[in-house]
Nanobody
Framework: QLRLVESGGGLVQPGGSLRLSCTAFGLNVDGYAIGWFRQVPGKEREGVSC????????NYDDSMEGRFTISKDYAKSTVYLQMNSLKPEDTGVYYC????????????????WGQGIQVTVSS
């Protein structure tokens, strides 16, 4: 059974950077696409980006493209979300989640999910 563990969140000033990590544990980890999602206050959970087993990247929100970059270290079974030029409106809980074989457009297609990690952008 797949398990995801996130790390790397915290408090950062506007304009700063953070790198989130999502490490997968279990069988056949390389067969799963890993997506990053976030829940910001007052909004529904939204997709950020997804990294497929083939290396294809899906970006779900144009407003984050160019600031947020997804990547993967296959040796560590870890997918990263590099977040640059952070804004206060990026504050929220960030989750990674897995889906077999390829990235999907809908969060409900993903399971399991990580525990979530808080990102706070504030001066």
């Amino acid at each position: 059974q797949l398990r995801l563990v996130e790390s790397g969140g915290g408090l950062v000033q506007p304009g700063g950077s953070l790198r989130l990590s999502c490490t997968a544990f279990g069988l056949n980890v390389d067969g799963y696409a890993i997506g990053w999602f976030r829940q910001v206050p007052g909004k529904e959970r939204e997709g950020v980006s997804c990294f497929s087993p083939s290396g294809t990247i899906t970006n779900y929100d144009d407003s984050m493209e160019g600031r947020f970059t997804i990547s993967k270290d296959y040796a560590k079974s870890t997918v990263y979300l590099q977040m640059n030029s952070l804004k206060p409106e990026d504050t929220g809980v960030y989750y990674c989640a897995a889906v077999w074989s390829s990235c999907r457009r809908t969060a409900t297609d993903f399971a399991p999910w990580g525990q979530g990690i808080q990102v706070t952008v504030s001066s």
